[in-house]
């Protein structure tokens, strides 16, 4: 069974960061390119930033370029968003996702993420 699992995510004030993490199981992760994904409050899915199977390629949404860091542990089978100098509208629920060529395969169930003095 395919399960990713998110951590990491809180309250944290304008300007701070928080490291999300995604733990991944069922699946080979190395053979997957992977996804964090998030959702505002009452808006749709936004992609966030994407890795390749062995990190060498990353991409991110314009508004995250300079502010957050996508990595993996393929040892670990564990995917990471670090979100530095947070905004509030950085605010939505974050979802990691393994994906091929024809979209995204497997959601974990999302972490929240509030920022807000």
């Known amino acids: 069974e395919v399960q990713l699992v998110e951590s990491g995510g809180g309250l944290a004030q304008p300007g701070g960061s928080l490291r999300l993490s995604c733990a991944a199981s069922g699946f080979t992760f190395d053979d997957y390119t992977m996804n964090w994904v998030r959702q505002a409050p009452g808006k749709g899915l936004e992609w966030v930033a994407t890795?390749?199977?062995?990190?060498?390629?990353?991409d991110y949404a314009e508004s995250m370029w300079g502010r957050f860091t996508i990595s993996r542990d393929n040892a670990k089978n564990t995917l990471y968003l670090q979100m530095n100098n947070l905004k509030s509208e950085d605010t939505a629920v974050y979802y990691c996702?393994?994906?091929?060529?024809?979209?995204?395969?497997?959601w974990g169930q999302g972490t929240q993420v509030i920022v807000s003095s």
């Open positions: 890795i390749s199977t062995y990190g060498s390629t990353t």
């Open positions: 996702a393994n994906s091929a060529a024809w979209g995204f395969l497997n």
